[in-house]
């Protein structure tokens, strides 16, 4: 994950105002946050879990996890609450 993609969602705190942030200041490394902020303004929980990049960091745009038991554990939670389906993709 690049730089240019976090500094889209830096200081935002809907995804309307990553959205923004593309227009104003796009890069083409920029074109995952573009993607990514279109699925969180429809309302769609993400939470994800990796070891090479740091919860803070994540944070930033999705709700970040500890190993996969855990994500199941917030996703079926999420999904409780809103009678959602949950998608796990590795």
Same mark, same amino acid.
Do not use: C, W
């Given at each position: *994950?690049?730089?240019? *993609?976090? +500094? /889209?969602?830096?200081?935002?705190?809907? !995804? %309307? +105002?990553? #959205?923004? $942030?593309? %227009? $104003?200041?796009? %890069?083409? @490394? *920029?074109?995952?946050?573009?993607?990514?902020?279109? &699925?969180? #303004? =429809?309302?769609? =929980?993400?939470? /994800?879990?990796? !070891?090479? &990049?740091? !919860? =803070?960091?994540?944070?930033?745009?999705?709700?970040?996890?500890?190993?996969? @038991? +855990?994500?199941?554990?917030? /996703?079926? @939670?999420?999904?409780? %609450?809103?009678?959602? =389906?949950?998608?796990?993709?590795?």
């Amino acid at each position: *994950m690049g730089e240019d *993609m976090l +500094e /889209a969602f830096s200081g935002a705190i809907i !995804p %309307r +105002e990553v #959205e923004t $942030n593309l %227009r $104003n200041n796009y %890069r083409i @490394q *920029m074109d995952h946050a573009f993607l990514l902020s279109s &699925i969180l #303004e =429809k309302g769609v =929980k993400i939470v /994800a879990y990796s !070891p090479n &990049i740091p !919860p =803070k960091v994540i944070k930033e745009m999705i709700t970040p996890v500890g190993p996969v @038991q +855990e994500g199941l554990d917030v /996703a079926l @939670q999420f999904s409780t %609450r809103r009678k959602h =389906k949950v998608l796990i993709y590795p």
